[in-house]
């Protein structure tokens, strides 16, 4: 019912900025929430981050708490990682997502609440 898709991977230098873009069609994003994770080999996927559509309400992992900021733009149908003061640490490929089921922060934190994803996109950051 929606279609979800990814930009603005790329490779960037410790300390650098990058901007992922997601964008969604198909139904409205009134009720939804927008999550955003990310992955890397050997490892389950990680929550980085989530948004409530209807009212801006942002929600982060302890990991990336003042450097990464989620936002969207209502009239592109756009969400935003806006990721500052990267680290090694954070080169993953990144995802995000889309749930219609409501608004919890504990079940938003998994990735099995979410039923439509984009294709991801590659994020390095060099030492």
């Known amino acids: 019912q929606v279609h979800v898709v990814e930009s603005g991977g790329g490779l960037v230098q410790t300390g650098g900025s990058l901007r992922l873009s997601c964008a969604a069609s198909?139904?409205?994003?009134?009720?939804?929430?927008m999550g955003w994770f990310r992955q890397t080999p050997g490892k389950e996927r990680e929550f980085v981050g989530s948004?409530?559509?209807?009212?801006?309400?942002?929600y982060y992992a302890d990991s990336v708490k003042g450097r990464f900021t989620i936002s969207r733009d209502n009239a592109k149908n756009t969400g935003y990682l806006q990721m500052n003061s990267l680290k090694p640490e954070d080169t993953a490929v990144y995802y995000c997502?889309?749930?219609?089921?409501?608004?919890?922060?504990?079940?938003?934190?998994?990735?099995?609440?979410?039923?439509?994803w984009g294709q991801g996109t590659q994020v390095t950051v060099s030492s």
């Open positions: 198909g139904r409205t994003f009134s009720s939804y929430v």
């Open positions: 997502a889309v749930s219609d089921r409501g608004y919890s922060i504990p079940s938003m934190k998994s990735y099995r609440w979410y039923d439509y």
């Open positions: 948004i409530r559509w209807s009212s801006d309400s942002t």
